[in-house]
């Protein structure tokens, strides 16, 4: 049972997270209101209505017709060219900034919905105009439901505006840049939340451990933290997992290891794999370490000749200070207890150092030669610096990125004034004594 609930949750996820989950349900409400329209005409609604309202109930039939076809031609067109915009958005956006951004842009559930008020619209006409002049009721023609088709037409014209405005502002990179950082930093304060900050055992090191071999091929993307503790705890047995999430894993080769008295291997695994997600997609929401990612390379997307917008990479970069400050907060050994305080799952987590050298290695390479970019980079190992006072087990790693940044500024920096600046900054660096070495000056 434990199983089946598993692969539902996947399914429903996998159903959400796909650009036609919206679409198709509110086209769905649409065809159903539609057919309750029509339910309710049979009844007279359209006759008792005429009087009070002579206005709005329509009782000529070509004229019904007429209406109804324009509304359908006109619905489809604007359909087929919104989807356009979309397709052509993304195509502009994968081009100019990276591949990365394209899985949050299609996840808007606002323009999802504005598609599916037009695909709504288009089912509910075309079931009207189905049922003008139809036998299977007495009134005459649906003069209500007309009426209905047109006011829905209104405001597919309104939200046409809406949709226009929307796709202008989402293709602006400041825009995905603040989308993927405000979506990142929510996700690592609920990873914040979660973590108990506790020692990693020494289960870790002396425990008798079994690998477990991957049951698929692909990027282990997700786990339901939950339900795999409840299975630890009826297996009465330790989960670790050996490579950080996101990371691809391969059929037949180890990817977890359990400690404990595990009677059933092949029950354990079935009972596992229904709780693990392997996908493509790289979303934030889904995983803090995609946002770091996207963030960086909408950076180096930045600094490359055919797009030299150094602004976005000097923006991404403050972005990355603020995030690498709060994940400085996360502990690197993420452990999981239930609810009798029993330790249970371990996921392996990408280090803060890794994590730094992962994220500013890229930027300094294709920056270095941007005195700008480099006074940028500096500053943000400063502003860690300070922020390192209350951890200072993060100090080497800062210590580290800075004199790979200053040993790039020894070989690219020639002009005496941008020396004189970086010399500057280093100064600074070394000002606020959280270093574990002393760096250098640049040569004059």
């Known amino acids: 049972m434990r199983r089946i609930l598993g692969r539902i949750k996947l399914v429903i996820q996998f159903i959400y997270t796909s650009i036609g989950f ?42 019904a017709n007429m209406i109804l076809s324009t509304i359908a031609t006109g619905i489809f067109s604007l359909i087929v060219f919104s989807f356009t915009m979309v397709m052509l958005v993304l195509n502009q956006a994968s081009s100019n900034f990276s591949p990365r951004v394209i899985p949050g842009l299609i996840s808007s559930k606002s323009n999802q919905k504005v598609l599916g008020l037009y695909l709504g619209t288009l089912i509910y006409t ?19 439901a007309v009426f209905v088709a047109m006011c829905f037409t209104f405001l597919c014209l309104a939200f046409f505006v809406y949709f226009i405005h929307s796709i ?29 900050g506790a020692e990693l055992p020494a289960i870790f090191e002396t425990g008798d451990w ?3 071999e991957s049951s698929s091929t692909g990027y282990l993307q997700k786990v339901d933290r939950k ?6 705890k009826e297996h009465d047995v330790v ?33 596992l794999d229904s709780n693990l997600s392997f996908y493509q997609e790289e979303l934030a929401d889904i995983n803090y370490l995609y946002g770091f990612k996207q963030i960086t390379e909408s950076a180096v997307k930045a600094l490359s000749p055919s797009v030299n917008d150094p602004g976005t990479a000097i923006k991404a970069i403050d972005y990355l200070t603020d995030l690498f400050i709060l994940r400085m ?34 930027i300094r390479v294709y920056g270095k030669s941007d005195p700008i970019i480099l006074l940028r980079l500096l500053n943000l190992l400063k502003n860690l610096c300070h922020e390192a006072k209350n951890y200072p ?5 800062i210590t580290k990125e800075a004199q790979l940044m200053v040993e790039d500024a020894q070989e690219t920096t020639k002009n005496p004034g941008d020396r004189h600046k970086v010399n500057d900054m280093i100064k600074a660096l070394n000002a606020t004594g959280l270093l574990t070495r002393h760096l250098t000056l640049l040569q004059s």
């Open 168 to 196: 202008s502002v989402a293709i602006q990179i400041d825009n995905i840049l603040e989308g993927i950082y405000n979506t990142t930093l929510n996700k690592l304060k609920e990873e914040i939340e979660r973590d108990e």
């Open 329 to 362: 907060r996360l502990t690197d050994e993420k452990i999981f207890h239930d609810q009798d305080g029993t330790l249970r799952l371990r996921l392996d987590e990408v280090s803060f150092r890794e994590l730094m050298s992962v994220c500013l290695g890229p």
């Open 239 to 271: 989960l670790e997992f050996m490579q950080p999430l996101g990371h691809f894993v391969i059929k037949g080769l180890p990817f977890a290891r359990v400690a404990g008295n595990l009677k059933d291997k092949e029950l354990f695994c079935r009972e």
């Open 126 to 144: 075309l079931v009207v105009m189905v049922n003008v002049r139809s036998e299977h009721y007495d009134t005459d023609l649906p003069g209500l």
């Open 22 to 63: 919206f679409p198709t349900l509110i086209s769905l409400l649409f065809f159903g209101f539609a057919v309750l329209m029509i339910y309710y005409e049979t009844r007279g609604i359209s006759k008792q209505l005429e009087d009070q309202l002579p206005f709005f109930i329509i009782t000529h039939g070509e004229t």
């Open 227 to 232: 339900a795999v503790i409840e299975q630890c």
């Open 393 to 397: 087990k993060h100090q080497a790693a």
């Open 210 to 212: 079994r690998e477990l």
